[in-house]
């Protein structure tokens, strides 16, 4: 019995000192480590994206050295002035490691971010490649911005981008005024006349698209295209072309309407068709209609741009049309008629130019090539031509003795009386045979030249009945034969 009693003795002792020594141990250790050692974080803590659970302080310094490099080379911080964008050099920003382990231990939340310094110097020269920002110190409130900085790398994010207008020394740069104005002098007629009074002001956020449909149904505006949207559209687009807007959409109609000039067409239909923009600034602008006279306007408020906006026509053409012709049997014999008019087509280049403070061009762009094609003119034509009408006779002129003919007019001679040849006739003569060859003197003459021998055999006399029968010797026989020598 006494036996049993001294080993359990002994076991008790043997166990006391062991718990003894370990309590010792750990104690001494978390004393050791709490007054002599490192810090270490808890579980699930985090430093910006990396993990550091379970670390010591220099532990975590060593992690965030390591990861600092690839998070500056993989971010992207880019600074925004208007359109213009730069993306921040990694030499103009470090993480100090140290500060942020530090700046870690004194925050009881899970998760605690970077702390980085931003080289003033640095950040100066770069900014001031922006157009327009060559006196960055005076326009731009520097301490803001380095803080904003700061304030985007403290999550160690893929990308961010800073807004210099959010940085701005108060009274050093001009407010939102009216930048950019379109007017027409057609009113919008029937339920469109409401349009405007409807629309009133329209906000495009930052780096935002615009879309025309989409801005008339948020107004509760029904519409079904025609020459009312198209009037309206086309002002809002000629407003965004002095503008430094994207034109993302935009369509044409195969005809234009006269309302509309010439290289600001919009179509806009509710089956598809749109006019979309993007706002590429970093501030917001805000489209303004209103009601003129005249018509109606379209404004766009906001920050005036760095640079002057131009816009012009670099080509303009008039192109002819053809006419037409369609063949129609119903029509009258050589007659035609006009079935459609022609006009004219149409072909426009419009420009935009960017121009620095010295005129100088910065950059230029085609914002539309619109052609129109001709409408050629029709005409019916009937299919036969017109029956040709015969001559008008012309007044016959009188002759010598008041009769008609060629050379004097046809001779009008009166029948003889009692047999007698009239005044004006010369009696019928045949030479005697004799006489054929008495020479110049005679009554009769050989025609000049030879003459073959049938001729003279044909031209005889025929002397029993004493008349000169007349052949083929080339004198008409209607003729009647020269007396000479009387």
Known sequence: MEKQKWFAGVFAAITGIAVFLTLFTYAGSATYAHLFGEEHFSEDRQIASADVSGMSVSEAETHIEKQAQTWINESDLVLQWF???????????????EETVNEALTNDGAQSGLVSHVEEDSLAEEVSRFTGLANFTERVDLPSLKAAIKAELSAAPASAQISLHDHKNPGTAPGKTIVARAERDAALDGEASEWIGQLGEFTIEANSSYSFRDMLNEQGIVYHGGENAAVLSSAVFETFVQSNFDIVERHIRHERFDAVPLGYDAAVTDNGKDLQAENVNDTSYTLRFDSTPEGFAVELEGYDWPYAIETGTKTEEQIEYDTRVRFDDQLPPGTAESIKDGKEGEFIRLTRSFLDEADEVIREETVSEDFYAPQHALIARSTEEAPEEPPAEEPAERGLNGGTGEAGGEQETDAPVNGQPDRGERPEVSPPA??????????????????SDDTDEEDTLNRESGSFQPGSSGIDETDERPLKGR
């Open 434 to 451: 004799s006489d054929r060859d008495a020479g110049e003197n005679s009554f009769y003459q050989e025609p000049a030249g030879d003459e």
């Open 83 to 97: 359109d213009e964008q730069l993306t921040v050099s990694d030499t103009i920003v470090d993480i100090d490691a």
